[in-house]
């Protein structure tokens, strides 16, 4: 079992940035994939940035390329996802959930575990 928590969201005027931080506990010995999703009113929960165990691979949603990084410290068992240049767009949900795999995926049904999720909020 594995517990995720997520932290650092919050309300951001257009432009601004975010730093949003994922803590697991629990059995982490494991290989895990790291990820991000995000989830709009009314909208599915969509991927948003992956990164492997080791932090050599990243994939990213062509929506958030250029915009966001994400990185990983295995020590720490923290994710982070840096949000710059944020849109209103950008405004849901985010997610931190972890994959048992050795590569990135970016298909939610392959996490086996997820956080309970953290807000952003990107005003105009």
């Known amino acids: 079992q594995v517990q995720l928590v997520e932290s650092g969201g919050g309300l951001v005027q257009a432009g601004g940035s975010l730093r949003l931080s994922c803590t697991a506990s629990?059995?982490?010995?494991?290989?895990?994939?790291m990820g991000w999703f995000r989830q709009a009113p009314g909208k599915e929960r969509d991927f948003v940035a992956v990164?492997?165990?080791?932090?050599?691979?990243?994939v990213f949603a062509d929506s958030v390329k250029g915009r966001f990084t994400i990185s990983r410290d295995n020590a720490k068992n923290t994710v982070y996802l840096q949000m710059n240049s944020l849109i209103p767009e950008d405004t849901a949900i985010y997610y931190c959930?972890?994959?048992?795999?050795?590569?990135?995926?970016?298909?939610?049904?392959?996490?086996?575990?997820w956080g309970q999720g953290t807000q952003v909020t990107v005003s105009s």
């Open positions: 959930a972890a994959a048992l795999s050795l590569v990135a995926v970016t298909s939610r049904s392959l996490y086996d575990y």
């Open positions: 629990g059995r982490t010995g494991s290989a895990y994939a």
């Open positions: 990164i492997n165990w080791s932090g050599g691979s990243t």
